[in-house]
T-cell receptor, first 115, second 119 residues
Framework: AQKITQTQPGMFVQEKEAVTLDCTYDTSDPSYGLFWYKQPSSGEMIFLIY??????QNATEGRYSLNFQKARKSANLVISASQLGDSAMYFC????????????FGAGTILRVKS | GAGVSQTPSNKVTEKGKYVELRCDPI?????LYWYRQSLGQGPEFLIYFQGTGAADDSGLPNDRFFAVRPEGSVSTLKIQRTERGDSAVYLCASSLGPARGVRWNTEAFFGQGTRLTVV
């Protein structure tokens, strides 16, 4: 199985609406972390939100929240009240000792926010 | 500078040539990572430095790739006998954290990358 999978190559969302970006992962290690990054056209990776496998609550950071479903091994990013500046590439990444304690990234989802 | 600086921003080279890519981390950051991002893919780990030493170089694809960080700040990624398959964006990231793991990755700052094209 793929270590980390993002099935949506591209997504469109209307400004001010919410959008969900999908991410599923595979690890047998009970201790792991899931990260979401934003990569605008300028190229740098910007950390958005983190979810630990033992965290009791779903992570939230401002307009970003993580829909963490451990049994399904999914960690979807929800962006509320989309803004034009949210248009970018979004990457989900997995960190676990099983994979050498280094971030393993998905292939990414391009998000376009329409006005 | 305020952030991680990578130079050049773009590099076009002929197949078989040698190239050097430079990363200037944020001042005082001890940990530094190199990643490679091929078109349409997420970044892939290449090498990790803690101070001057390469703590983990398991992601380097072959012996044509080498990286140094002689004084624990600036790092140079060196690619010998470049091949067309080496074409990618090479990203550098740095952090204060002395250790890897969750804290490092939530606090790491990335540069804007060097786009390498081998023709």
């Amino acid at each position: 199985a793929q270590k980390i999978t993002q099935t949506q190559p591209g997504m469109f969302v209307q400004e001010k609406e919410a959008v969900t970006l999908d991410c599923t992962y595979d690890t047998s290690d009970p201790s792991y972390g899931l990260f979401w990054y934003k990569q605008p056209s300028s190229g740098e990776m910007i950390f958005l939100i983190y979810q630990g496998s033992y965290d009791q609550q779903n992570a939230t950071e401002g307009r970003y929240s993580l829909n963490f479903q451990k049994a399904r091994k999914s960690a979807n990013l929800v962006i509320s009240a989309s803004q034009l500046g949210d248009s970018a590439m979004y990457f989900c990444a997995l960190l676990t000792m099983e994979y050498g304690n280094k971030l393993v990234f998905g292939a990414g989802t391009i998000l376009r926010v329409k006005s | 500078g305020a952030g991680v600086s990578q130079t050049p921003s773009n590099k076009v080279t002929e197949k078989g040539k040698y190239v050097e890519l430079r990363c200037d981390p944020i001042s005082g950051h001890t940990a530094l990572y190199w990643y490679r991002q091929s078109l349409g893919q997420g970044p892939e780990f290449l090498i990790y430095f803690q101070g001057t030493g390469a703590a983990d170089d398991s992601g380097l694809p072959n012996d044509r790739f080498f990286a140094v960080r002689p004084e624990g700040s600036v790092s140079t990624l060196k690619i010998q006998r470049t091949e067309r398959g080496d074409s990618a964006v090479y990203l550098c990231a740095s952090s204060l954290g002395p250790a890897r793991g969750v804290r490092w990755n939530t606090e790491a700052f990335f540069g804007q990358g060097t786009r390498l094209t081998v023709v």
